[in-house]
RNA sequence: GCCCGCGUGGUGGAACGGUAGACACAGGGGACUUAAAAUCCCCAGGCCGAAGGGCCGUGACGGUUCGAAUCCGUCCGCGGGCACCA
């Protein structure tokens, strides 16, 4: 007999179905919800899917071992630009395609062995997914959640179309190669930054959130206590005598050298349309992409208006005002003043345009010197200020700020203000394949709420992609509709939603994936919250925050019970899958990359040339180092692919894929396999080793429960591997071999479900292990009575020595002066110091 | 450019501030076999030494500590995010 998971786990997987034993009901026990965040419908799954299900997988087996109710669902984040884009280029409706991956997915997901509750399976773009998702906008929109104003977007001038971010390469579109303009339109927006200063102190609350992920959101919810105030302008266009700066450093206000103020800003605007010049400049401005990171990286350009402001300690000071392409209209007033000798980009700005640089302080204990670059300490250091004009000379840029604004608010220059850097969430998408926005614009009555009950407002079917550009818009029979207020003639609004609306609520909708409204309250109310998410760490912020924000506005809006706002309780983020890149040249010396699969010993099979291997990166069609998971599972079963992509690395960093990895998890899982086939046999009468292997397969529970508890499943499977190591050796009685097997089995079968169940047939077992509670060591079992301790002197270890394990410190002293190596190395003098620390290690300091 | 991580043998990694390298991969040696595969046993951070043992060693350089892979600072390299990719 041999290990053959290609016949046996779906055997199993038959036998869970039957036993229907991963339907999640509500129940008396208590319940644990697990999620991992729902894939995009590629119509692959790929090894990131294998690892992030199976890590789920693993805390809903366990957790149900546990004794839990546990709910662990599967969806489909089915919106999105993709479809639209296999729709342009290969022809067909984005739904087939959507739908078509969705069934390709889930066929080769099933093998895996999940524990899912498929029957709250379901798509993002299923109309009762997304009608409920409408409902709730309106719900939203009548609570002032909602609002539309103008914001830029990319627009491509050829295609006559918006862009996304990632469809603007080097400033141009992506497919027509067209320079990028910023053009505003009329969008709409959720009111998160309402909630910046909640969605801040709430973090405090995420205790069992990655540190990075809350600093992460914190820093992007960008706090930030300045003060605002108002310079009077010299020279401005009427309506502009005053003009409202920000600023977090107003201690450096005597330091200032220029004003500036966003290409956006309404007095730019005005210049604008009366000056051919700015206009010029300020067109220049809005080419290229929206992004921060193209904002950020393109070259600092100021445009010298010749308006000045006078500085508001002194009004015979004037400071020219510049329009500057790295000023943002979104933050702050969209105006600042430049202190050069302070900020870097300040600095290069006064370079570039001949500007002074005044120092306001210098390190404690330094004269004034010029400056070669911008001097920006710590704010919490302590500095000398030379152009000082509130609190002590010497004191912390803190200290500064805040006795400035004291200053600054005493003198009726300006007040402070606590700001943030978070803007409200644009929703509008120009796009097809999302969820409409379901309302409609009448010429009399203006923005129409669509009425519920005609809900959900679905996305027409008869829509063509041969044009660039959203299908609705030119759909006449779609697009137009009458007036639900007056029912005259009125258009549908022809956005649809972002699809991170989709995902910032689905966590809920599991909770009650049919009902009638977008949630149940009984529902919600037992399997809320999630108790453990799981996803790529790339999500740290925004579908995070947004899905923080959108629980808050489903709880306004009734849809979520008050315990919910932080939706959840507990974030895992793993680590990519990587693997090594094989790449030989053609002719023309262009890269030509090869599938893991047609190497072998470093050539290429078919031609026998050597291939230059790259070393692990993250997994990519392009660079063809892929390996997919229905081959692996085809040739070596689930739990191999299971296994290997828990044991090789901590859950929370990259782990490469290897094939020697993969084929020795192969050969474990069949010597666990061979060694429980050898067991169930034996006859062997009870030995003295059968105390010693009890004593093994308690660590062995401890260990490996710790592991799966900490999220640590590399170590739990190193410490099985230890345990079968050790079972597999052990001399013990075949009743006590039985024993450990048996618990061997359970401990494997929350990462290698299919051979648990092998193996605990194979002992006779009752049931199935899917259904058997956890085991549990006897405390008595895992005592060790007594203890090695190294000995170190001065730092490095010397020796050891073996002692009971409460034995009392001054006893271990004396132990310790009395060891040779100790002896020796004292030569018979006193040492310095002695540390002990008990049950753990001595050092001797001479 | 800004924010956040990460960096340990040939490789993946382990190590409450306390014996650096558990466990595994690749490799080497051996057993079994006519042979190979499979399986089983042993070795293995680097340098020196016959050995006992010694010295060095966690990206680099400093610092704190009886003791640092771990804490702090600076630098280097790699990765994630930057609001219309999901």
């Keep these: ?498 699809t991170f609306v989709d995902s910032s609520w689905y966590y809920a909708r599991f909770t009650a994936p049919h009902a009638a409204t977008p949630t149940n309250a009984d529902d919600a109310a037992y399997w809320m919250n999630v108790d453990q998410y799981i996803g790529g760490i790339e999500h740290a912020i925004l579908h995070l925050l947004y899905s923080r924000f959108f629980a808050r506005a489903m709880h306004k809006t009734g849809h979520l019970p008050a315990k919910a706002i932080e939706p959840f309780n507990a974030l895992f983020t793993q680590g990519m899958v990587t693997h090594e890149i094989y790449m030989t040249r053609d002719g023309a010396g262009r890269a030509v990359y090869h599938l893991p699969e047609e190497i072998e010993a470093g050539r290429v099979k078919a031609t026998g040339e050597a291939a230059e291997i790259i070393p692990s990166a993250k997994m990519s069609k392009s660079k063809k180092n892929v390996v997919d998971p229905v081959n692996i599972i085809q040739s070596f079963g689930a739990d191999t692919a299971r296994w290997f992509i828990l044991s090789d690395s901590p859950p929370e960093r990259d782990v490469e894929w290897t094939a020697s990895g993969a084929e020795a998890a192969f050969r474990f899982l069949s010597r666990v396999w061979r060694l429980a086939d050898e067991i169930a046999a034996s006859t062997a009468p009870a030995t003295d080793e059968d105390a010693v292997l009890d004593r093994a397969t308690a660590k062995a529970i401890a260990e490996v429960t710790a592991g799966i508890e900490g999220f640590a499943f590399n170590k739990a499977i190193a410490k099985l591997y230890e345990f079968a190591n050790m079972l597999g050796r052990s001399g013990a009685g075949a009743v006590a071999r039985r024993r450990s097997m048996a618990i061997m089995a359970q401990l494997l079968s929350p990462m290698v479900p299919h051979l648990a169940e092998d193996i605990w047939a194979m002992l006779g077992g009752a049931g199935i292990v899917a259904q058997a509670a956890w085991p549990k060591a006897d405390p008595a079992l895992l005592v060790e009575d007594t203890v090695t301790l190294p000995i170190q002197i001065n730092g490095k270890r010397r020796a050891e020595i073996t002692v009971p394990k409460d034995l009392a410190v001054s006893e271990v002293e004396m132990r310790v002066l009395a060891d040779d190596a100790v002896a020796k190395a004292l030569g018979g003098a006193a040492p310095k110091k002695l540390v002990v620390v008990p049950g753990r290690i001595v050092n001797v300091v001479i």
């Design 1 to 498: 007999m041999t290990y053959t998971p290609a016949a046996t786990e779906r055997r199993w997987q038959d036998a869970w179905e039957r036993a229907r034993v991963f339907a999640a009901v509500r129940d008396d026990r208590p319940k644990y919800y697990v999620l991992e965040m729902f894939p995009y419908p590629s119509g692959r799954i790929h090894m990131g899917h294998v690892r992030n299900y199976t890590m789920g997988d693993v805390i809903a087996r366990y957790k149900s071992a546990c004794g839990f109710s546990v709910l662990h669902p599967m969806g489909w984040d089915a919106f999105g630009m993709p479809a639209e884009n296999a729709a342009m280029e290969r022809g067909g409706h984005p739904k087939d395609w959507t739908y078509g991956n969705i069934a390709d997915m889930r066929a080769q997901m099933k093998p895996l062995g999940l524990s899912i509750d498929w029957s709250r399976e379901f798509a993002t773009c299923d109309p009762e997914y997304y009608g409920q998702q409408q409902a709730m906008f309106l719900d939203m929109l009548a609570a002032g959640l909602v609002y539309r104003k103008a914001a830029v977007v990319n627009w491509d001038p050829v295609d006559m179309t918006v862009l996304a971010n990632e469809q603007v390469i080097d400033g141009r579109g992506w497919r027509s190669g067209a320079v990028v303009e910023r053009r505003e339109l009329t969008q709409w927006f959720f009111r998160i930054s309402d909630y910046s200063a909640e969605l801040l102190a709430a973090l405090d609350g995420l205790r069992h959130w990655p540190e990075k992920v809350r600093i992460m959101q914190a820093n992007w919810i960008g706090k930030s206590r300045g003060l605002q105030f108002a310079f009077e302008t010299v020279g401005a266009p009427g309506g502009f005598d005053r003009l409202e700066v920000y600023t977090t450093r107003p201690d450096t206000l005597l330091g200032a050298s220029f004003a500036a103020i966003s290409p956006d800003h309404p007095l730019a605007k005005a210049l604008e349309a009366q000056d051919p010049a700015v206009a010029a400049f300020v067109a220049e401005c809005r080419r290229g992409g929206t992004s921060a990171e193209a904002i950020e990286t393109a070259e600092k350009k100021g445009y010298d208006t010749g308006i000045s402001v006078r500085h508001p300690f002194d009004a015979a000071w004037q400071l020219p005002v510049y329009i500057a392409n790295f000023i943002l209209m979104d933050y702050g007033t969209g105006a600042i003043f430049g202190c050069p000798a302070h900020d870097q980009r300040d600095f290069d700005f006064a370079i570039k345009y001949g500007l002074p640089i005044p120092p306001v302080f210098v390190p404690e204990g330094a004269d004034e010197a010029p400056l070669s670059e911008a001097y920006v300490p710590m704010k919490s250091e302590r500095v000398r200020y030379l152009r000082g004009f509130a609190g002590e000379t010497v004191q912390t840029g803190d200290a500064a700020v805040t006795a400035a604004i004291a200053f600054c608010e005493d003198k009726g220059v300006g007040r402070g203000v606590t700001n943030y850097r978070l803007r409200d969430w644009g929703l509008s998408r120009q796009r097809y394949w999302g969820c409409p926005i379901p309302v409609v614009h009448c010429a009399d009555c203006g923005v129409v709420p669509e009425r519920k009950e005609n809900l959900p407002v679905r996305l027409p079917d008869d829509v063509t992609f041969d044009k660039p550009g959203n299908p609705l818009d030119r759909h006449p029979t779609w697009r137009d509709v009458a007036c639900p207020a007056c029912g005259r003639p009125a258009r549908r609004e022809t956005d649809t939603m972002d």
